[in-house]
């Protein structure tokens, strides 16, 4: 598929993921979103997850499928409060995203910094005055993105699905959202 350069505008539609979509469609786009990190060495979980894993992981939040007509191009699932396990250094109450996926053909169009946004509003009106995330510690040019918009470090992590050790990531959300 050719690259996408123009900016994403009023043809990418964002809505909540319906009964009738495809989770088979969304491994798909999260394999592809994911792939660079696999070949770079990095087991992002969501770069080799079944079916049935992305069933349970958006069963855990709301889960947000951008399309461009009926092409799956991007994803987000967001939760609010969020558990994580015991020692994962979270603040009580925060949420949280995972699976946050733009296909490789929409990057650099906007696409990932839109769906970022509706996560920290999801979040926010979710009633988490904080979001966190973790990615690959070695991911550098992803935790740089995330940093210079508003992420900062608090801690690490290691999941039993990566081959990584994570970098855990926060972010204040006072004044995001529409009820604050």
């Not at 009580?92 to 910094?113: E, I």
């Not at 608090?154 to 972010?171: H, P, Q």
Request: proline residues 4%.
């Amino acid at each position: 598929m050719e690259r996408v350069t123009e900016p994403v505008a009023r043809d990418v539609t964002v809505r909540r993921f319906a009964a009738g979509d495809s989770v088979d469609e969304l491994t798909a786009l999260l394999h592809r979103a994911y792939a660079d990190h696999a070949a770079a060495g990095r087991a992002f979980f969501a770069s080799y997850q079944s079916v049935q894993d992305t069933a349970h992981r958006l069963g855990a939040g709301e889960c947000w499928v951008a399309c461009r007509g009926t092409e799956l191009v991007g994803s987000v699932t967001v939760a609010a409060p969020y558990t994580m396990p015991a020692g994962y250094p979270v603040p009580a109450g925060a949420g949280s995203f995972w699976q946050l996926a733009v296909d490789p053909t929409y990057r650099g169009t906007g696409l990932g910094q839109r769906l970022l946004a509706l996560a920290e509003e999801r979040v926010a009106d979710l009633g988490a005055r904080a979001v966190v995330i973790d990615t690959s510690a070695d991911a550098v040019e992803l935790v740089g993105w995330y940093r210079r918009r508003g992420y900062q470090p608090i801690g690490r992590w290691r999941w039993d699905v990566t081959n990584y050790e994570s970098v855990v990531l926060l972010k204040d959300l006072v004044g995001v959202g529409r009820k604050r």
